[in-house]
């Protein structure tokens, strides 16, 4: 009778987490974490998507992407959206795009729910983003939140009103660094013509910042932004704009002129209803 308590036991514990022993792999910088249903990972994309560098400048964090962690047959994903659509990918495929710093440390935050989730909240959200999957949702290329589509962290927000949890803030563009670096930022990326002050986004760095979440590990600044002065140094020490500059066509020195007008402090304050 006691194995068999103690085989229950070993069920649910593979259902809703992995110990890192259990992991498969060791990942720079995470080895202790318990990897467990339901929590949130946010990472820098500096070398492998080196267009994140817009999203982590204009919302003053190292942000890029945010995805979902699922554990399922005793292995560990990420449900996300990432072009060309919503999927589900191997945590160690996931990790493999992920930044590391100058020590080696993967340039990644995980995040879990303040309040754990029951078995059957676990369950209902691998469900609504085996759903999204499965019907191929395409990845939102626009900052602007529609019906049709979602870019990253509009999957995590969506997929935890599933279970009725609130992660992350719905917000207006007006609210972002949209004038970073003297405008320099716009000029170098192009301004989208359907985006007005009013449009409606949700951002990685306010699903990192959720108050209902607790950080498990963070590897990248939380409970704070950043400026623009910390992101740009964070990718010139780092080579990130060797990729940018070849990714636009530009020379890396033209990137590089954008040093002299960052701005040393966070372009806004760190929001009130955020983690404090």
């Keep these: 009778m006691k194995s068999f308590f103690l085989f229950l036991i070993a069920i649910f514990f593979n259902f809703n987490s992995i110990n890192p022993l259990l992991a498969q792999q060791s990942y720079p910088g995470l080895e202790d974490v318990t990897w467990e249903t339901g929590q949130v990972i946010g990472i820098s994309e500096m070398k492998s998507d080196p267009s994140t560098f817009i999203f982590e400048a204009g919302t003053g964090s190292r942000y890029g992407h945010v995805g979902i962690i699922a554990i399922e047959d ?35 935050t995980i995040i879990a729910p303040i309040v754990p989730l029951r078995s059957q909240e676990s369950l209902k959200l691998i469900r609504a983003m085996k ?50 670096f003297q405008g320099q930022l716009i000029n170098f990326f192009g301004a989208n013509n359907n ?40 990718w010139k020490n780092q080579n990130g704009f060797d990729e940018l500059a070849q990714m636009m066509g530009l020379p890396v020195d033209e990137i590089l002129l954008m040093e002299e007008i960052a701005m040393q402090e966070s372009y806004r304050t760190y929001p009130q209803n955020w983690r404090q």
Aim: with cysteine; proline share 6%; aromatic share 10%.
């Design 74 to 108: 005793t292995k560990v994903f990420v449900y996300e959206s990432t072009p060309p659509v919503a999927q589900r990918t191997l945590l160690s495929t996931f990790l493999s795009k992920t930044n590391k710093n100058s020590d080696g440390i993967l340039e990644a």
């Design 195 to 234: 985006i007005s002050p009013q449009s409606k986004i949700i951002t990685p760095v306010s699903v990192i910042n959720s108050p209902t979440f607790k950080v498990v590990k963070a590897n990248l600044p939380v409970n704070k932004l950043i400026s623009e002065f910390e992101i740009f140094n964070s």
């Design 131 to 180: 759903k999204a999957v499965k019907k191929e949702v395409p990845y939102n290329f626009s900052v602007i939140i529609n019906d049709e589509s979602m870019n990253c962290s509009e999957f995590v927000y969506k997929m935890f009103q599933n279970i009725k949890i609130t992660i992350g803030e719905i917000e207006t563009f007006s609210q972002m660094n949209i004038n970073g």
